[in-house]
C-alpha cells in the first residue's frame, strides 16, 4: 500500500487470460477473402473520366516495346470508353480510390 491520500483503494488488476489458440492454420499464416458487392453507377461519363484521370496520375513503368501490330485497346483506351473496366481499374490500381468508396 502507498502512502498516497486517496479515496479507496482500488483491487491490483487481474492479468489478461492467455489467449486461446485456434487449431486452424499455423501462426504467421495470412488467408485471403473475397469480398463480392453489388455497384450501381450513376454517372458513367464521370467514372470514366476519374478513371483516365487516375491512369494518368499514376506512375507508369516502361515494360519494353510494345507490338504494332496488335490492335487490341491500350488500357487508357479501354478505361476511358468501358465502365466496368474503368470500375475495376479505380478498384484495383487506386487503393486510395477505393478507400473512399
Not at 501462426?27 to 461519363?45: D, L, N
Not at 491512369?55 to 507508369?60: K, R
Request: glycine share 6%.
Amino acid at each position: 500500500m502507498s502512502d498516497d491520500l486517496t479515496l479507496f483503494d482500488l483491487p491490483a488488476p487481474q492479468p489478461p487470460p492467455a489467449a486461446s489458440r485456434s487449431d486452424r492454420g499455423r501462426a504467421g499464416y495470412r488467408y485471403a477473402r473475397s469480398v463480392t458487392a453489388e455497384v450501381t453507377v450513376q454517372h458513367i461519363p464521370l467514372l470514366l473520366d476519374t478513371a483516365v484521370q487516375a491512369f494518368d496520375d499514376g506512375t507508369m513503368i516502361d515494360i519494353g516495346e510494345v507490338d504494332a501490330d496488335d490492335e487490341a485497346p491500350d488500357t487508357r483506351e479501354q478505361i476511358g470508353s468501358d465502365p466496368a473496366a474503368a470500375l475495376g481499374w479505380l478498384l484495383d490500381c487506386c487503393p486510395a480510390f477505393s478507400m473512399r468508396m
